[in-house]
């Protein structure tokens, strides 16, 4: 079991930033990729950005040139830093942990990421 703890949302001005962390817990060693996603009212959840065990990262459309996906190993913890927000990104931001061989994705509860024009 992986246990996933979000934080770092809010309100913020068009063109600002904001970091939201993702605090992991539990056999965090079976996860083979981290992920952030995200779910505006009305629409699909979509993957923001990931990052493998390794290091290598992806990014969505979206979030290219804007968003860096990190995880601080030691402290197992995974973070987006946003930055030229724009009112589009407005959407709850989910924490999503991919098992490296078998078994369920785990999510967090999710952060609410609020841009105002």
Do not use: A, E, F
């Given at each position: 079991q992986v246990q996933l703890v979000e934080s770092g949302g809010g309100l913020v001005q068009a063109?600002?930033?904001?970091?939201?962390?993702?605090a992991a817990s539990g056999s965090t060693f079976s996860i083979g990729a981290w992920r952030w996603y995200r779910q505006a009212p009305g629409k699909q959840r979509e993957l923001v950005a990931s990052i493998t065990s390794y290091g290598t990262t992806n990014y969505g459309d979206s979030a290219k040139g804007r968003f860096t996906i990190s995880r601080d190993n030691a402290e197992n913890?995974?973070?987006?830093?946003?930055?030229?927000?724009?009112?589009?990104?407005t959407a709850v931001y989910y924490c999503n942990a991919h098992p490296a061989w078998v078994?369920?994705?785990y999510w967090g509860q999710g952060t609410q990421v609020t841009v105002s024009s």
């Open positions: 063109g600002g930033s904001l970091r939201l962390s993702c913890t995974l973070y987006l830093q946003m930055n030229r927000l724009k009112p589009g990104d078994g369920q994705d």
